[in-house]
């Protein structure tokens, strides 16, 4: 063998053996990576590896199982405390109470709410995304322990029988060149893979410490949502304590109203009979239309028609109010106006699925005739917005909105419960969020709710 070619082959192994970078990311995958296995193990050792992966894999299902209902728990046990909810009752027993700034306040409050909650769904989603990369880098490396085996045997072997040194041992040149041969054949693929793996422990890392952050911010956000909450509960409780109609009158009002919601067979039966037999809704048809006739008068008029918190009227007339109304909640739409339903027929309305316990607002001006339960719907309300219009939100936990009471846009009107309410032929199968119905009628008949929506920024940009 020429000395000549010996020179050339032995740098390649002193380069390796002094690379500070590829050692030292080999050293940190041995020591954070899954044990390696033995590189003399067994066929029945083999399969009992492959089991404890298939194992593995499990345990980061459930894990992230558990995830999701971590998640859960940090938005739904969270609790104002007593000092904060005194500071906020304080705040409320400090507003002057006429109707026009608890309007203005309830609906500013409700319009904070909407926002928390939207920021609260994008941050759950965000956690989910990186829970799920975080299991993705895991389940990576562990089907990559086969080669941590063969790195590590490598270097096991080496360190017993280091290749000779010709200063030394000039008489073992063949065996200098072999070992040297070996090496370089063998380290350059064994460096790809172990940068490769360091490359992993390092995104692991990464995506802890971004977990970590977007877990204190779901924690910030759903402590200013229990206070915003805690906030509206008192603001409406106030309003409540400035409705003049009489308790007695009103149960009996809903009495009957709820005797009606037994007896009619649709909801265009339920509309019709509520006008003939209920006098808040005699009212109301009757206030709706008057206001009608004023808005017609003020049609020429260059004014927002939200803007007065006192208003005891719409404004404008319900046709008018198309692209101007704001969604009744947030959340994502599940089903539209028109689709075929999961039972062969259309819908008649559109289906939004909606954070547990979320805010439910009007969508639109309008008086409150019919309030509580009907049929499959789960808590029902239905809204009288004039010129023969009515809004329907359904499958609501609670109605915090009284027969007769003529609510504003904007103003929350109930809120959702933990879990689906209504039957599935009209909501949507296979959703286990809370669901929030919303139908327009028009004289009775169903109407595309999207041409009243107004546009978020997002649908602007989008064009």
């Known amino acids: 063998m020429r000395p000549d070619r010996i020179k050339a082959v032995r740098p390649g ?37 492959e089991s404890a992966e298939v194992s593995e894999i499990d345990a980061f299902l459930e894990r992230k199982k558990e995830r999701e209902e971590e998640l859960a728990a940090l938005s739904r046990d969270i609790e104002v405390s ?5 500071a906020i009752a304080r705040e409320i027993r400090a507003l002057d109470r006429d109707r026009e700034t608890l309007n203005a306040k309830i609906i500013s409050t409700s319009d904070t709410i909407k926002v928390l909650e939207k920021e609260l769904t994008d941050t759950e989603r965000r956690l989910m995304s990186l829970g799920e990369n975080e299991d993705a880098v895991r389940l990576s490396l562990i089907a990559r322990r086969d080669v941590l085996a063969e790195v590590l045997a490598a270097l096991q072997r080496i360190g017993k029988r280091p290749p000779p040194a010709l200063a030394v041992r ?20 064994l460096k790809v893979e172990t940068e490769a793996l360091a490359a992993d422990l390092a995104e692991l890392q990464r995506l802890k410490s971004v977990i970590a952050e977007e877990k204190n911010r779901l924690g910030g956000d759903a402590m200013r949502l229990a206070e915003e909450k805690s906030r509206l509960e008192l603001l409406l409780s106030a309003k409540r304590q400035e409705h003049l109609k009489s308790v007695k009158v ?7 109203a709820a005797q009606l919601a ?3 067979g649709s909801l265009e039966e339920l509309i019709a009979n509520l006008e003939v037999e209920i006098e808040s809704a005699r009212e109301a048809a009757e206030k709706s239309r008057q206001a009608a006739l004023d808005a017609k008068r003020n049609a020429s008029r260059n004014f927002d028609p939200f803007a007065d918190p006192g208003r005891l009227a719409p404004q404008i007339s319900f046709e008018e109010a198309k692209g101007r109304l704001p969604q009744p909640v947030a959340g994502t739409l599940l089903k539209d106006f028109g689709q075929e339903d999961d039972f062969g027929g ?20 309008g008086w409150v005739v019919y309030s509580g339960p009907f049929r499959s719907f789960g808590q029902l309300l239905i809204l009288n917005t004039g010129d023969g219009y009515h809004v329907l939100l359904a499958g609501l936990n609670r109605i915090d909105a009284e027969l007769g009471q ?58």
Request: charged share 25%; proline share 7%.
């Open 170 to 189: 000039p008489s073992d040149a063949l065996s200098a060149v072999r070992s040297a041969i070996l090496l370089n054949a063998v380290m350059p693929e």
């Open 82 to 86: 007593s000092d904060r909810q005194a």
């Open 406 to 463: 003529f609510v504003l846009t904007g103003e929350p009107v109930g809120v959702m419960g933990a879990t689906q309410w209504a039957s599935a032929s009209t909501f949507g199968l296979g959703s286990t969020q809370p669901i929030l119905y919303v139908e327009f009628r028009k004289d009775g008949r169903a109407v595309d709710p999207t041409p009243w929506w107004a546009r978020t920024e997002e649908e602007k940009a989008r064009g």
């Open 250 to 256: 009103l149960e009996e009002e809903k009495k009957r």
């Open 13 to 49: 192994f002193r380069n390796w053996r002094t690379s500070g970078s590829f050692l030292s990311g080999l050293l940190l995958c041995l020591m954070l990576a899954p044990a390696p296995l033995q590189a003399s193990e067994s066929l029945d050792e083999e399969g009992q590896a």
């Open 346 to 365: 259309v819908t008649e309305g559109q289906s939004i699925a909606t954070r547990p316990g979320s805010n439910v607002t009007s969508p639109a001006d």
């Open 262 to 264: 037994e007896q009619a």
